[in-house]
């Protein structure tokens, strides 16, 4: 049922749309990656980069699903000497059919099993595919779900489809991509409640489990405080659960690059990792492979393949758990009051930002018209172009009220905790446009709010935020003028892309 302990990736490429830049392999020089060049885009990955894992996304977007005839043929050469399910991997993110229609999933579902099929057929020894995500996962049943559906698909396609009367595998390694705040969070319970109907079902418990940490969303949703506590409570609860059951746990962090959505780049490795102990893979998103130098690039990922297996869980004890907790929710509280009113203003902004790639709708944590106030809220890297180009980067939003509101003790534990607060705050703040912000309160009060966390945070942890180099000043300048010409779209387009250069990443 389960493998041989396989190797475990440190790094995981992703589809994520948040370059700024465009690829170094695509010859057009064009930031926007169709689907179509997504199958050569997973090679580069795996062979220039040196990323273990690919995911490849189902979930809300267009997929090819030849992708395993695809990379076998076309680059057989590579793949026979670096075996997918072996030495590299493509993990299946699938939809969650309790939220989007499952087309797609049978399609996935039917793709793994004939994978198998090829491999076998080329003499390959491993299962190609093995491994799927399951995005908005809330309950262990829908694990479960997914594990029943597989293992059905997969003795109807033996006992109707293969004549020669070769099985395919029936079982599916499941990694459960937990969302909202909440839901991490619970993290425990839902794993606890997995093993024991895996248990039930199949008589054994899964050798291990690689939790996937959501990390963009949430901050939209709850703020960045919020999320950062959310996912340092997951990491300690899911050790906690690791040793009482003598599972191992090998979580996933989906981490951007800038702070809002979790600050790794290529130059900010030491700081994640010592801000994260216990993370074993993170998403390689676009930015961080396609808006730095690939010399750069390819030895930061060289770095976290090495780091990441060994650093060493850090377990909160009870009492500050529940410290963290409190001040998590009085966080989100401020977060959402302030975005509810000010959201109004952000729709020329958040529909003036580039696509990058192909998509249908979203189906995440904001699907189905969340709202805030009057505006319908976009994806989180939309969400996160659209307030760095007005000069008010969303990391400010709650931040400064609530460490007010927690008190000195507070701030205390949420820096033993929050260990980069200060420079993630102080790297936010250099794309930071005061007079940007002053005119937006002079129109709508609610931005007084922010107004009020920028003071606050600078006075409470004792910084002063705004452009220091170049190009900051001349992302200041860029933002000022987004302001004035918000209803021109093509032309705000354009600025906001010239920002996204400047600051390295779209959103």
């Not at 070769?166 to 499941?174: A, P």
């Not at 060289?302 to 963290?324: C, R, S, W």
């Not at 907790?325 to 020329?348: C, F, H, R």
Request: overall charge neutral.
């Amino acid at each position: 049922m389960t493998r041989a302990m396989r190797k475990i990736p440190s790094t995981m490429a992703t589809q994520h749309p948040d370059n700024a830049d465009a690829p170094y392999w695509d010859k057009a020089g064009s930031p926007f990656i169709s689907f179509h060049q997504e199958i050569s885009e997973a090679v580069v990955c795996f062979k220039d980069y040196g990323v273990s894992e690919y995911m490849w996304d189902w979930e809300g977007k267009h997929a090819d699903a030849a992708v395993i005839d695809r990379l076998f043929s076309d680059y057989y050469d590579y793949f026979s000497k670096n075996q997918l399910g072996r030495d590299k991997f493509l993990t299946f993110r699938i939809p969650n059919i309790w939220e989007e229609k499952g087309y797609s999933l049978l399609q996935a579902m039917t793709v793994i099993l004939t994978s198998e099929d090829f491999a076998r057929d080329l003499k390959f020894a491993h299962r190609p595919l093995f491994e799927i995500i399951l995005p908005m996962t809330e309950r262990a049943d829908q694990l479960m779900h997914m594990q029943l559906l597989f293992q059905k698909l997969a003795h109807f396609k033996s006992s109707q489809f293969t004549p020669d009367g070769t099985k395919n595998t029936d079982y599916l390694e499941l990694i459960p991509l937990v969302e909202s705040v909440e839901s991490q969070q619970s993290v425990g319970a839902l794993l606890t409640e997995y093993v024991r109907m895996h248990e039930k079902h199949f008589g054994t418990r899964p050798e291990y489990i690689r939790p996937f940490l959501a990390r963009s969303d949430p901050a939209l949703v709850s703020g960045l405080l919020s999320t950062v506590i959310a996912n340092k409570l997951a990491l300690s609860r899911i050790q906690e659960y690791s040793e009482s059951t003598d599972i191992a746990m090998y979580p996933i962090s989906g981490v951007g690059s800038l702070p809002f959505r979790g600050g790794l780049t290529p130059n900010t490795i030491d700081s994640y990792v010592q801000e994260y102990p216990g993370m074993r893979t993170v998403s390689i998103q676009s930015s961080f492979r396609y808006d730095y130098p690939i010399n750069t690039v390819k030895a930061a990922i060289k770095k976290l393949e090495k780091v990441l297996p060994n650093t060493l869980p850090q377990i909160i004890d009870a009492a500050d758990q529940q410290k963290l907790e409190t001040i998590g929710a009085a966080s989100a509280k401020l977060y959402q009051e302030a975005l509810s009113g000010i959201a109004v203003d952000m729709g020329p902004f958040f529909d003036a930002v580039p696509r990058r790639r192909d998509r249908r709708q979203h189906i995440g944590l904001l699907a189905y018209g969340r709202t805030m106030g009057q505006q319908k809220m976009p994806r989180a890297i939309t969400f996160t172009a659209g307030f760095y180009s007005i000069g008010v980067p969303p990391e400010f939003i709650g931040m400064g009220r609530s460490l007010k509101k927690i008190g000195p003790d507070g701030v205390s534990i949420v820096k033993k905790y929050y260990r980069n607060i200060l420079s993630d705050l102080e790297r936010a703040g250099r794309f930071l446009n005061s007079d940007n912000l002053a005119k937006l309160a002079a129109n709508n009060p609610a931005w007084k709010q922010v107004q009020t966390d920028v003071a606050e945070a600078e006075n409470i942890l004792g910084l002063r935020f705004g452009p220091q180099s170049k190009d900051e000043i001349a992302h200041h300048k860029l933002s000022a003028d987004a302001l004035l010409i918000k209803d021109n779209r093509e032309v705000l387009t354009g600025l906001i892309e010239k920002m996204a250069v400047l600051r390295r990443s779209l959103g």
